[in-house]
């Protein structure tokens, strides 16, 4: 079978600071979209990608656009986002030809991934894993907090053993029929699941961790933005 990304790329990015949708705010001139669309073509392993874009039709029309621009070795399809994460990713799940049978899940607000870690990642399911993700140790301590009232200090009820703690990235890779199955049955409050990973664990599905890649970050804050300039600043060095 294939490996396909799909790329969920229909949020607003509000903490980003007013603008675009932030998968279209640009990155040294060229849209962040594009950016994770060419990190995932360039993989050897990839031969499609889904882009799921904001639901409006302008926006699938200039999403569209903007990929046609990306000439790789995969082929890339653009379709109508959701107004959570977790419906944008099924929408692009079912998008998927029959041939497909692994899946990586990667945020256009992470479009600096090395093609080294999208490999690795795809490597990892096609050796037998249902559910692999890429993550990294933490350099803060992490506190567990009580609920409090905005603006409220809030209380510190524990601090977990960071040693044992990871951050996770995307690209996460997926037996396809796992990931699918997962959106399938499990469905989550309000804003829905931040993370696809989490949807299998809770359909009591294995996943595992590999080392992922400083250059993997979300770029979700306004300081995001100059630290991913710095970064392809640096590649082109
Ligand atoms: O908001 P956050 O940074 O967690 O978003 C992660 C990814 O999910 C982004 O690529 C964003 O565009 C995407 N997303 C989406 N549909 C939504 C919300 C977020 O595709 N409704």
């Keep these: 079978g294939r490996t396909a990304a799909v790329i969920p790329a229909a949020g607003r990015g509000v903490r980003l600071g007013p603008g675009a949708p932030k998968a279209l705010r640009a990155l040294n001139g060229t849209p962040m979209l594009v950016h994770a669309v060419r990190a995932m073509a360039r993989a050897r392993a990839v031969s499609l990608v889904v882009v799921v874009a904001p639901p409006e039709d302008a926006a699938v029309a200039e999403v569209r656009a903007l990929c046609a621009d990306v000439t790789s070795g995969a082929d890339v399809v653009v379709v109508a986002g959701g107004d959570t994460r977790q419906e944008s990713v099924a929408r692009g799940l079912a998008a998927l030809p029959a041939d497909v049978d692994v899946v990586l899940v990667h945020d256009a ?45 809030e209380p510190v009820v524990a601090t977990p053993d960071r040693s044992l703690l990871r951050a996770v990235q995307t690209p996460q890779g997926f037996d396809r029929a796992v990931l699918a199955a997962a959106h399938e049955k499990i469905t989550v409050a309000g804003d829905g699941a931040t993370d696809d990973a989490g949807m299998v664990e809770r359909l009591g599905e294995p ?4 080392p992922g890649h400083e250059e993997a970050f979300k770029v979700t804050r306004p300081l995001d933005l100059v630290l991913a300039e710095a970064v392809l600043a640096r590649r082109r060095e």
């Design 109 to 153: 607000a992470r479009p600096l991934v090395p093609v080294d870690t999208v490999e690795a990642v795809a490597a990892a399911v096609r050796a037998g894993a249902p559910a692999v993700v890429p993550a990294l140790p933490l350099a803060d301590t992490v506190k567990q907090i009580a609920a409090a009232p905005p603006g409220d200090p």
């Design 207 to 210: 996943v595992v961790l590999i």
